[in-house]
């Protein structure tokens, strides 16, 4: 299985912050990645997939860069509604793994 | 807007099959190059991937699951199901449905607990 490593696992920003979160992957995935919010309670949610594509109705403060084993999640300019945790997910061989996740929390 | 609603026993003994079902709404099942997948997460395990299934009913599994998985497509009802046999409390986890489109998972239902019980 192609593991996937996010760090940091936890991090405190404040508002208004740029908050980058890194995603290495064991073996080269090309740009088959794709990364997820979950907040307490609820189902991922999708934000960028293709490594770089914003998912429709996520805001542009989000976007995503990388490619072949190393990832990057970064939100230009935290909100409040931001805090949650966010996951990788690698689609480039089964099976679909995943990253053991990052939480965001206030600082 | 494509919904996704799982359904099922929210307990199950163990060395018994775990069975639920996905239903589709706000649009078919049928349309478009989507996969279906069942996507799990515990505590122990964070997030995993179970499988997939393609309205042809062809699928992929996990490895690691794949001598216990079984997925079908119903596509009259607009559903899709995963059953997981032989339980263990390992498998206790929610488990949630979600539409597979370019490789990412674009909608997700709320997912539901399972809990295996000795």
Known sequence: DIQMTQSPSSLSASIGDRVTITCRASQGI??????????PGKAPKLLI???????SGVPSRFSGRGSGTDFTLTISSLQAEDFAT?????????PH???GGTKVEIK | QVQLQE?????????????LTCTVSGGSISSGPHYWSWIRQS???GLEWIGHIYTTGSTNYNPSLKSRVNM?????KNQFSLNLSSVTAADTAVYYCA??????????GRGTLVIVSS
């Open chain 1, 30 to 39: 090309s740009t088959w990645l794709a990364w997820y919010q979950q907040k």
């Open chain 1, 49 to 55: 997939y293709a490594a770089s594509s914003l998912h």
């Open chain 1, 86 to 94: 966010y996951y990788c997910q690698q689609a480039n061989r089964f």
């Open chain 1, 97 to 99: 793994t995943f990253g």
């Open chain 2, 7 to 19: 359904s099922g026993p929210g307990l199950v003994r163990s060395s018994q099959t775990l069975s």
């Open chain 2, 43 to 45: 505590a122990g395990k």
């Open chain 2, 72 to 76: 079908s497509v119903d596509t009259s």
């Open chain 2, 99 to 108: 539409r597979e489109d370019a490789w990412s998972n674009d909608y997700w």
